[in-house]
């Protein structure tokens, strides 16, 4: 399943990453992949999470810029979900 342009899996790197806040090396372990490859599709992951809120802030017409620290912007996002 892909979501916005993104996996997210449950078991996705990126929602590991993002909504479980588990470091690459501990997304590693848990798939059972090396850390290298964990950190590569993490960082791919986030370059396509860029890419589709410029996509959609674009196209709602918005003006303003992403957050400067990403991580930081998606562990907020994180914690209002988790009420």
Avoid: F, H, N
Wanted: proline share 7%.
């Amino acid at each position: 399943m892909r979501c916005a342009g993104s996996p997210c899996s449950p078991r996705s790197p990126s929602s590991l990453y993002y909504w479980e806040g588990l470091t690459s090396a501990e997304i590693a372990e848990v798939l059972e992949i090396p850390l290298g490859t964990a950190q590569t599709r993490l960082r791919r992951a986030r370059e396509l999470l860029v890419k589709a809120i410029e996509e959609r802030r674009r196209e709602a017409g918005m003006t303003i810029d992403l957050p400067p620290d990403l991580d930081a912007w998606a562990a907020s996002l994180r914690d209002l979900a988790r009420g």
